[in-house]
């Protein structure tokens, strides 16, 4: 049975982190994935000469769906699930999935093989239902923002850890509710930020089993529509009469499919752990008021890459001079410390500091990736 990874791609940002992943468990690594298939997201030249080097790096593995230019073909997302061979299972995984624990695309397949239920999700951080159940688990911590002040630094201070509260009551995360159009973990990027520091806290402490479950029927009782970040399928689950052009592939494969199939979706619980940086409701602000997350999973791919991972929570020295700040017009301006905040205030305020957002983002790709240190003014 071949396993293969779909990818709906599109940021770059985001596939630096999820490529350490895909790599780790392709089969010639040891893990289980005979191919990485691209489906097409985007029409941005710096995108995609930035998957043009991942594909050079894996010839005959990784495979981009479709044409390059997305704009000016107006690709369907039928067309890119079309991808899936007879007899191979999938794992369909958005391109802002920034961590997959050992072990969790063979813990999908692995359901997925014993026929319960017509789609298999991971155990998602950052999922309108999900983080529901991780908070109802206790694994989600009151982490929360301290109050802005009049420093240009108080727009980048990290969330922190209440002292003396052990309960959600004073989180953002006390307004959830177990529902896919959720607030809170769908829209509100301070629900996202203490799913994340709550999942880093865990990770440093050795302790994830804090979000573990055995198995969580999505479609109980009410076939409910759930987010579809992670999960397997095969080719025939997607066919069938209710599937048109106008018909949306969340909508479609989380609800409306197994309502008519009278067959559930599952997530796996255990050992089948993997992250979702943001919505789209939840990216901009996400990035501006927690901007040090994605370098703290930069570290974490980092360690992963080199096979450990320091349960600790501080790790001293970051690299410097690979981040900068990245503005809209995708010009990117040198960071001399990445960690410096006081640098990051000044420099936002200099360039005007109401332009939208910045990221800290690499701007070099194992000394191959020309094109983004280009980018540098």
């Known amino acids: 049975m071949d396993v293969g990874a ?8 985001y596939v630096k982190l999820l490529n350490v992943y895909l790599e780790r468990n392709l089969a010639k690594n040891g893990g289980i994935l005979d191919e990485v298939v691209f489906a097409m997201r985007t029409g941005k030249k710096e995108d995609l000469d930035f998957l043009d ?7 005959g593995v990784y495979r981009r769906s479709g044409p390059g230019n997305l704009k000016a073909t107006g690709v ?31 813990a999908l397949v692995e359901e997925k093989l014993r026929g ?64 896919i159009n959720s607030s809170c973990f769908h829209e509100n990027w301070d629900c996202a930020a203490v799913s994340h520091y709550s999942f880093l806290h865990h990770l440093r402490a050795g302790s994830l089993s804090a ?16 987010s579809i970040n992670f999960f397997a399928f095969n080719s025939s689950d997607l066919a069938g009469d209710l599937l048109t052009n106008d018909t949306d592939d969340e909508t479609y494969i989380s609800q409306l499919l197994p309502a008519y199939r009278k067959q559930h979706a599952a997530a796996v619980g255990r050992t089948a752990l993997v992250v979702h940086y943001a ?11 927690a901007p040090g997350l994605l370098q703290e999973y930069s570290r974490v791919a980092e360690e992963y890459a080199n096979g450990t991972i320091i349960q600790k929570e501080v790790i001293e020295k970051p690299l410097k001079g690979q981040f900068g ?7 990117v301006v040198p960071l ?30 194992n000394g191959t990736d020309t094109k983004l240190a280009d980018d540098w003014v």
Request: glycine fraction near 4%; include cysteine.
């Open 336 to 365: 001399d410390d990445p960690n410096d905040q006081m640098e990051i205030a000044q420099k936002t305020a200099t360039l005007g500091g109401e332009f939208g957002y910045y990221e800290k983002d690499y701007v070099d790709f």
């Open 76 to 106: 369907h997302w039928q067309e890119s699930y079309a991808i899936a061979r007879p007899g191979c299972i999938y794992v369909k995984i958005d391109d802002d999935i920034i961590f997959i624990q050992d072990g969790a695309i063979e």
């Open 325 to 331: 700040l990245v503005l809209p017009n995708e010009k």
């Open 211 to 226: 979000f573990e479950f055995s198995t969580w029927d999505l479609c109980y009782p009410d076939y409910h529509r759930w």
């Open 116 to 179: 319960h239920y017509l789609f298999v999700s991971a155990n998602i951080v950052n999922h309108p239902l999900l983080s529901y159940v991780h908070a109802q688990l206790g694994a989600l911590l009151p982490y929360h923002q301290p109050p802005k002040g009049l420093s240009p630094l108080d727009a980048y201070k990290p969330f922190e850890l209440a002292d003396s509260a052990d309960v959600l009551d004073d989180s953002p995360a006390r307004t959830s509710t177990y529902a």
């Open 53 to 59: 080097v991942l594909l050079a790096r894996h010839p």
């Open 6 to 13: 779909l990818v709906f791609y599109g940021r770059r940002r």
């Open 279 to 289: 919505y789209f409701t939840q990216e901009k602000d996400l990035l501006l008021n």
